[in-house]
């Protein structure tokens, strides 16, 4: 998140000071602060909301901005970096089911990166027993959000038809392999482990209509091929970012646990 300090509460002043691309502000006038994301192809100020979506509300102005680029229907394409539990991907999801009505299916996905060097090959069953595990983080975010509608049957159980119905698909990223992405909210996680030219086959693969998110730590990579500049979130983050259709945004602030906010400052 680019954040900058500034005096002038007007689209016109910041668009004179501005670098090229979109910005989230945090405006002071005397006492008085205002958050707000700068368009720079509209030159548009909007307020940065901090409103609850789909029961999920942000715990910080980072992920108070995150939602505002993921709602935005003018960025067709967001990224978000963070350590682990700052809420990427559970903000993420929660975007695409508050825009439900707007795309004819979320697809949440992920690389596969086989552990212990071990092909996936070796895992036993079939291929969908072989890939559930890798999803599995994607299924808790879901099961979090279902349960805020805990109380309320009637949600719960069109959060169930969403899944049946397969308008929400988890699936791993080879099995889009040959499609083409048409009003699709697309999430994809853990993106710090795709190369720079996969990055780029996936954003090719956007047909009309359609929002592709990419969300990952590019300080935790689980491939020996890549690094925290070589990977491709760090490479759609470097040259994408003063497109008008981009926005990104850095989370920091973990909102997990203390214990877990310990794990990333100590180990």
């Known amino acids: 998140m680019k954040v900058k300090k500034n005096k002038c509460i007007d689209a016109e002043n910041i668009s004179l000071s501005a670098k090229e691309g979109n910005h989230f502000y945090v405006l002071k006038n005397k006492r008085k602060v205002a958050n707000v994301f700068y ?20 715990k910080n102005i980072e992920q108070a901005c995150a939602i505002h680029a993921l709602l935005d229907p003018n960025i067709k394409l967001v990224s978000i970096q963070g ?38 090959g070796f895992l036993p069953g079939d291929a969908k027993s072989k890939t559930d595990p890798f999803m599995a983080p994607i299924w808790d975010n879901l099961r979090f959000i279902k349960d805020q509608f805990s109380g ?3 949600m719960t159980a069109k959060i169930d038809e969403l899944i049946t119905t ?20 697309f999430i994809i996680d853990e993106a710090q482990n795709l190369t720079p030219h996969e990055v780029k086959t996936i954003i090719s693969r956007a047909g009309e209509h ?35 259709l981009y926005a990104h945004i850095t989370l920091q602030k973990g909102e997990r646990s203390e214990l877990a906010n310990l794990a990333n400052a100590l180990l």
């Open 39 to 58: 368009n720079y192809a509209l030159k548009t100020l909007s307020a940065v909301s901090t409103d609850a979506i789909f029961k999920i509300k942000p």
């Open 166 to 185: 397969e308008k929400i698909a988890i699936a791993p990223l080879a099995f889009i392999r040959g499609r083409t992405l048409t009003k699709i909210f």
């Open 152 to 154: 309320d049957e009637k």
């Open 210 to 244: 359609t929002k592709i998110v990419f969300t990952g730590d590019i300080y935790q990579i689980d491939t020996p091929y890549l690094d925290s500049e070589s990977n491709g979130l760090s490479y759609l983050i470097e040259n994408a970012k003063n497109h008008p």
């Open 83 to 120: 350590n682990a539990g700052t809420g990427k991907t559970l903000l993420a999801l929660a975007s695409a089911l508050e825009q439900r009505r707007e795309f004819r299916q979320i697809y949440i996905t992920r690389p596969i990166v086989s552990l212990s060097n071990k092909d996936i």
